[in-house]
């Protein structure tokens, strides 16, 4: 199987990218953030807790999102691989995901990271903010603050990828073709170890 973590800030494009993946690579996209606006869009419990952190750039808690995932692992069990989008976001989301690949005997393949300066991350998302409907995109002091967040309590993901010998990163600046097409790269590279 093949199990690629995309990683990066908010606006770095790995929404964008994974969609493309997909295609590609025939994989099955998990990407939390959509899953949990889709529970806000039903209205669900669940649904209206997470809003009220994500418009505020906060991160969800780890319980709910590592619950998310394990559903959507267990719902495809014939999948040929996947593409985390958004997740893990916390060591102990990243131990979880662990934890839930080993009980299926799979792991993941690398984590690859999209690296964009952080002026043009807030440029992306306040310019998606005009017709996205998304509240976390239309301020740009909670633009900031999903930037701080993922700073304060993300980015240390990078070590525990690394520490693993799977942590790739990759130039995110330049057209959504160009991304695609340094991540092909890197995810062939991957495939051949
Ligand atoms: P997400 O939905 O994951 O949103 P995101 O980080 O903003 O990135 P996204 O994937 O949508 O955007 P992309 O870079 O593709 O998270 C939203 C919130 O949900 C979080 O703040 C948190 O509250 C909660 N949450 C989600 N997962 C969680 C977890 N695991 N734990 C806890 N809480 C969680 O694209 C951005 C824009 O850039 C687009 O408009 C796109 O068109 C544009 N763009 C992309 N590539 C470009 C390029 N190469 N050039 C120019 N523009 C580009």
Redesign the pocket.
Known sequence: MLNIVLF???????????KKLVNEYNLVHL????L??SEIKEGTELGLR?KV??DE??????E??IGMIRNKLNANPNAEGFIF??????EK?AEALDNLLTEVNESITRMIA?EVEDA?LVE??L??GKD?GRA??QDENVVKN?LK?YQDETAILKNYYQSQSKFTSIN?????D??FERLSNSIRAAKEV
């Open positions: 990066g800030p908010p606006g770095a494009g790995k929404g964008t990218q994974s990407s939390t953030g959509d949990l606006r997470a952190l994500m750039g906060r991160l969800v808690p780890d709910v999102v989008d958004g997740f893990p976001r916390t989301q999209l043009e992306r998302l310019e998606r996205s976390d995109d999903r967040v995110g600046f330049g057209s959504i160009e991304v």
